[in-house]
């Protein structure tokens, strides 16, 4: 293929083109490590998690997933997710075609400002919209005037999920977007379309997978998120309550088989995520290598 070593020459070779030189021991016992360091934190606990749920029996799992609480629990998780990811999507792609499509004052204070709630603790971030929409906040005073809730209220959680799930879409497609350049939208514009028909006929289909992958690690992160919710829900049973904060109130009430229950719900989130991803970045090794045999001279490379 063009651009790149065959597949066989990667295998026996690094990612600078070096050839790889380590023994048959040195390799296996590296891989024995990373092998071993996943099986005890991830699968372990992953295992850990269904067993202790399965422990009462099929009736008693079922018991914990259908209990008024947690269906609450699991409604608001999902009208939380589905509020923040499309209004994250539209951030991410606007805030990715602006940083690698055009050059203006400020890009880099854009990036950086993107990339902070990577920086911030979720819990931080929680006491962030506290300061600004509590009680005895700034905005505090007017919106008890109004009669309008934000903190432990459903507004404050979809805002605080909103901040520590808003990077993922953007952080997706900013490299890759780079990588592209603006030579397509540049000819398709040249050819006479309009921006919007060089966003959904050029823009867009270029960076599908990218966008895809970034929604699913953003889902995953808005259905699974612990500490800026804990923050400003307050914790109300059948108000505010998402899922991992009812897994937490079942462990502190000592229900442990209701709490695993509840928790292998997000375990099959992180499990489903990981195989939408694999399925995600093959679908796009594919589709890069057809472009790359379909380019001049592909066939030949």
């Known amino acids: 293929m063009p651009g790149g070593p065959s597949l066989t020459v990667q295998s026996e070779q690094g990612p600078a083109g070096r050839a790889i030189t380590e023994s048959r021991l040195v390799r296996w016992t590296l891989i024995g490590v990373a092998l071993v360091f996943l099986g005890f934190f991830l699968v372990v606990p992953l295992v850990a998690v269904f067993v202790q749920a399965m422990e009462k029996g099929l009736e008693a799992y079922w018991a914990a997933i259908v209990d008024p609480m947690a269906l609450s629990a699991i409604w608001l998780t999902l009208i939380t997710a589905a509020i923040a990811v499309p209004v994250n999507v539209l951030f991410g792609v606007t805030a990715a075609w602006a940083i690698a499509?055009?050059?203006?004052?400020?890009?880099?204070?854009?990036?950086t400002l993107i990339d902070l709630p990577f920086a911030v603790s979720p819990v931080v971030s929680g006491l962030v919209f506290v300061l600004l929409f509590g009680l005895q906040g700034w905005m505090g005073p007017w919106l008890k005037e109004h009669d309008i809730r934000i903190i432990f209220?459903?507004?404050?959680?979809?805002?605080?999920?909103?901040?520590?799930?808003?990077?993922?879409?953007?952080?997706?497609?900013?490299?890759?977007?780079?990588?592209?350049?603006?030579?397509?939208?540049?000819?398709?514009?040249?050819?006479?379309?309009?921006?919007?028909?060089?966003?959904?006929?050029?823009?867009?289909?270029?960076?599908?997978?990218?966008?895809?992958?970034?929604i699913i690690l953003c889902n995953a992160r808005a259905m699974g998120e612990f500490g800026a919710v804990s923050v400003v829900s307050g914790h109300i049973r059948g108000q505010t309550n998402t899922v991992p904060l009812h897994v937490e109130i079942l462990y502190n009430e000592y229900n442990f088989s209701a709490a695993?229950?509840?928790?292998?719900?997000?375990?099959m989130l992180a499990l489903v995520t990981l195989a939408a991803k694999n399925v995600v970045a093959w679908k796009?090794?594919?589709?890069?290598?057809?472009?790359?045999?379909?380019?001049?001279?592909?066939?030949?490379a």
């Open 284 to 300: 796009f090794r594919r589709e890069l290598a057809a472009q790359e045999r379909r380019a001049p001279g592909g066939e030949q």
């Open 153 to 214: 209220a459903v507004p404050g959680i979809v805002l605080a999920t909103m901040f520590v799930t808003f990077p993922f879409v953007a952080r997706e497609l900013i490299p890759l977007m780079q990588a592209q350049g603006a030579e397509e939208e540049q000819a398709a514009l040249v050819l006479g379309a309009t921006g919007w028909q060089t966003f959904w006929r050029v823009t867009l289909p270029n960076v599908k997978w990218g966008l895809l992958y970034g």
């Open 260 to 267: 695993f229950a509840v928790a292998s719900l997000l375990a």
């Open 101 to 111: 499509k055009f050059e203006f004052r400020g890009k880099s204070l854009l990036v």
